[in-house]
């Protein structure tokens, strides 16, 4: 099993700036290379304070400059705000940088309210298409000499420049939920990853089983890697009340969610007030005992059994999704008690 770390900077009100953010990301980040995890992962989001990164690129440029050894996942970037020459270049560039510790994943993104202003009004349901022209694109483009006659993209012969100096390219990851997704990856070579959300073990077993079913279709491929996100908080054994601010910290964080992907209201200078919990009476996902079961909140001997669970599903990395709408100081002691108890429990595993 490896680990990784999935990070934004938050930003819920004014008090804090982003460069403190910046900067909190930056440590979060160098303890997950000091304590052991393989990748730090930032993703792309536009115009939304609760998770800033227009572009994951120059913060995972600055960290390649500040580490050695963890790798670099832009996951995800969203395929229809990428042209295929811009999305090759940017990522080989990267992985230049870095030595060759790029790794990239695509998504076909979600939220409305994005798609109204980076994609010109496009309904987001209509972003697999984009995503699926998008990755053998990019490929190619990594293989050299390419020209291009799609439905979304046309282009006559280019190339990636720089050429990335992992060959035949950076690792590929696709987020994937549907049959057809996982479908697409395996049969594209691309790793897969998942995140349950606020359901339970039982979503991260039929998510194993739709990845292992196109694991199946194509034995033509070698077998990708699978990765889970799961929002993740570890709290002392000694106290055992730690993981109700974890909870209510997810529940509010999903609330926030909501209110973005139902695009109803018109954000003020980038924030937007959590849907009200009245919302949810009908939905006892959202209630903090549900996530406190669902999401990765727990002692430590608590995480390490659940994740040994995963383990034996076929699960190769799990991400520690950092992003709660907790204070830096809780988010840091959080990772730093699963540095120290949780990550040594699977050394044998690496």
């Not at 930003?11 to 995890?37: I, K, P, S, Y």
């Not at 998504?107 to 798609?115: M, T």
């Not at 695009?263 to 849907?275: A, C, Q, V």
Request: net charge negative; charged share 25%.
């Amino acid at each position: 099993m490896k680990f990784s770390l999935f990070v934004h900077m938050e930003r819920w009100d004014e008090e804090v700036g982003h460069q403190q953010l910046f900067e909190n990301l930056t440590e979060l980040a160098l303890m997950a290379e000091e304590g052991g995890f393989s990748t730090v992962w930032i993703g792309e989001h536009h115009a939304m304070e609760y998770t800033v990164s227009p572009s994951p690129m120059p913060q995972l440029a600055y960290l390649a400059a500040r580490t050695t050894r963890i790798r670099l996942g832009a996951g995800t970037i969203i395929a229809p705000f990428w042209n295929p020459i811009r999305a090759a270049g940017e990522c080989a560039l990267l992985d230049v940088i870095s030595g060759g510790r790029m790794e990239v994943g695509l998504a076909r993104g979600a939220y409305q309210f994005e798609f109204d202003r980076m994609a010109g009004g496009l309904p987001a349901t209509e972003g697999g298409k984009h995503l699926r022209e998008l990755v053998p694109a990019v490929q190619r483009l990594w293989e050299g000499d390419y020209a291009h006659d799609g439905e979304v993209w046309q282009f006559p012969t280019s190339t990636s420049v720089p050429s990335p100096v992992q060959k035949p390219g950076p690792p590929v990851w696709i987020a994937a939920r549907d049959p057809a997704s996982h479908d697409f990856a395996v049969a594209s070579g691309c790793n897969i990853m998942v995140t349950p959300l606020m359901k339970g073990d039982e979503e991260v077993e039929d998510l194993a089983r739709k990845f292992d079913t196109a694991v199946g279709n194509h034995p033509e491929r070698s077998r990708p890697k699978l990765m889970v996100l799961r929002h993740t908080h570890v709290h002392p054994t000694s106290d055992p009340d730690g993981w109700r601010p974890a909870a209510e910290a997810v529940a509010r964080y999903y609330r926030t969610f909501d209110a973005w992907f139902g695009n109803k209201t018109t954000p003020e200078k980038g924030f937007l007030e959590p849907s009200p919990v009245e919302k949810f009476a009908e939905r006892p996902e959202f209630e903090v005992d549900s996530l406190h079961k669902t999401a990765m909140i727990g002692t430590p001997e608590e995480v390490v059994e659940r994740i040994r669970y995963y383990e034996e599903l076929g699960v190769d990395e799990f991400s520690f999704w950092i992003d709660n709408g907790m204070t830096h100081e809780q988010k840091r002691a959080s990772l730093a008690l699963f540095i120290e108890q949780v990550v040594p429990a699977f050394a044998d595993g690496d």
